[in-house]
């Protein structure tokens, strides 16, 4: 099946920085979304984008489908944006079945 | 809130027993997905429906089993438990088979005891 690989694993970053998470997949998708769980365990969907740049406030994320990696961009860190964060990719497997395949995630710490 | 409602939040259970985590979807979608998520396993994608139909099978045991109703909630039934089947328990639903942008629930948290 599909291989998603996400960098760094942690991450602990000072109130007020910036970051970049990265997410590299090893076949084609039709779908790439990027999570957050919460400490309380809640997944939030951040990004649907299996192609392109989208921006939602102080997140944005580009997917560069033909080179099979994505990017979520946090800036101005907040200590709420503390969490795990999930890259996911949908593709069918050999057997023609469509699955959503999750990474590994990438633990963020925010420090006041 | 994302739409998909997973019920209970909390479950505690015994070593041999037998559980049922239901979940509904967003209205209208048509796909149900479950995942366990477990400390060393990361979030593991179990099983798939798309309007009462199994569509794709993950690392699922052969202890559990799920299903799709008419109405389009899915239950998944967890059986003969072990302390290695405590986990939390997510429900995802998308409007269509493949594609298309998925929505979890809030989990269902197992504990094994």
């Known amino acids: 099946g599909i291989q998603v690989e996400q960098s760094p694993p942690d991450l602990i970053l000072q109130e007020g920085a910036n970051s970049t998470l990265r997410c590299n997949f090893s076949?084609?998708?039709?779908?790439l979304q990027w999570f957050h769980q919460n400490p309380w365990g809640q997944l939030i969907n951040l990004f649907y984008?299996?192609?392109g740049t989208k921006q939602n406030g102080r997140l944005s994320a580009t997917t560069v489908a033909t080179e099979r990696y994505s990017l979520l961009y946090i800036s101005s860190s907040q200590t709420t944006d503390s969490g795990v964060y999930f890259c996911?990719?949908?593709?069918?497997?050999?057997?023609?079945?469509?699955?959503?395949?999750f990474g590994k995630g990438t633990k963020l710490s925010v420090i006041p | 809130d994302s739409g998909v409602t997973q019920t209970p939040k909390h479950l505690i259970t015994a070593t041999g027993q037998r559980v049922t985590l239901r979940c509904s979807p967003r209205?209208?979608?048509?796909?149900v997905y479950w995942y366990q998520q477990s400390l060393d396993q990361g979030l593991q994608f179990l099983i798939q429906?798309?309007?009462?139909?199994?569509?794709a099978k993950g690392n699922i045991l052969e202890r559990f089993s799920a299903q799709q109703f008419p109405d389009l909630h899915s239950e998944l039934n967890l059986s003969s438990l072990e302390l290695g089947d405590s986990a939390l328990y997510f429900c995802?639903?998308?409007?269509?088979?493949?594609?298309?942008?998925?929505?979890f629930g809030q989990g269902t948290r197992l504990t094994v005891v």
């Open positions: 995802a639903s998308s409007a269509d088979r493949a594609g298309d942008e998925a929505f």
């Open positions: 076949d084609s998708v039709n779908n």
């Open positions: 984008i299996p192609s």
């Open positions: 996911a990719v949908g593709a069918y497997s050999g057997a023609g079945s469509y699955q959503l395949t």
């Open positions: 209205s209208g979608d048509l796909s």
């Open positions: 429906y798309y309007n009462g139909e199994e569509r």
